[in-house]
């Protein structure tokens, strides 16, 4: 079946420094990616989606590229800020109803 | 930002007792889906809606939880009868029809079994 992979499941960053939070996928059907984002007691919001292979997608500094030959859409930022600290989510869509297909999330903390 | 609507914000409830969580879509979403946050943060799609009609449900869904969307009412997600294994962040999505319609979250209902 359809599966969303993200390997870490804590990154700790001082503010300033570059990100790179890692997600893969699989599936049978076209891909359609989406990296929601998660502050403490709120709900998920869309950060980034991508359909077309190869072609970077950017919003409020962070960005991501899908590959599908490696089956990748890794989400990236230059310069991370305290108020990126969140739990991120990589996400698919899954079969003919649209649901949707999630990672187990990756938490950034940001440091001063 | 969305515009989806959960209540309560919080559910406490005995084992064995009936929970009951609404959600109001965003205005002209006729997609509404159900989805469990677990501890861990782990998601589970559970039932999704277009108007007032089932589109695909997991086989939990079809034994103890019953969920419905009617017209011109809140939809909602109901356990008949709550385990430990319920307590989670239950999620409502709202979204446009088409292939990719984007989806709005709710701020979730935090539903704690004792």
């Known amino acids: 079946g359809d599966s969303v992979t993200q390997t870490e499941g804590l990154v700790t960053l001082t503010k300033g420094l570059p990100v790179m939070l890692n997600c893969t996928y699989q599936?049978?059907?076209?891909?359609?990616l989406f990296w929601y984002v998660q502050h403490l007691n709120e709900a998920p919001k869309l950060l980034l989606k991508?359909?077309?292979?190869?072609k970077r997608t950017e919003h409020q500094g962070f960005y991501a590229t899908l590959h599908k030959s490696s089956s990748s859409f890794h989400l990236q930022k230059s310069s991370v800020q305290l108020s990126d600290s969140a739990l991120y989510f990589c996400?698919?869509?899954?079969?003919?109803?649209?649901?949707?297909?999630f990672g187990a999330g990756t938490r950034l903390a940001v440091c001063p | 930002n969305s515009k989806v609507i959960q209540t309560p914000r919080y559910l406490v409830k005995g084992q064995g007792q009936k929970a009951k969580m609404r959600c109001i879509p965003e205005?002209?979403?006729?997609?509404v889906f159900w989805y469990q946050q677990n501890k861990n943060n782990e998601f589970k799609f559970l039932i999704n809606?277009?108007?007032?009609?089932?589109?695909?449900q997991i086989d939990m869904t079809e034994k103890r939880f019953s969920a419905e969307c009617p017209s011109n009412s809140p939809c909602s997600l109901e356990i008949q009868s709550s385990e430990a294994g319920d307590s989670a962040l239950y999620l409502c999505?709202?979204?446009?029809?088409?292939?990719?319609?984007?989806?709005?979250f709710g701020p979730g209902t935090r539903l704690t079994v004792l």
């Open positions: 205005k002209g979403h006729p997609v």
């Open positions: 996400a698919m869509l899954s079969g003919s109803f649209n649901k949707l297909t």
């Open positions: 991508s359909s077309t292979d190869n």
């Open positions: 999505a709202s979204s446009g029809q088409g292939a990719y319609a984007e989806q709005f």
């Open positions: 599936t049978t059907y076209s891909p359609f």
């Open positions: 809606f277009q108007n007032q009609e089932v589109l695909q």
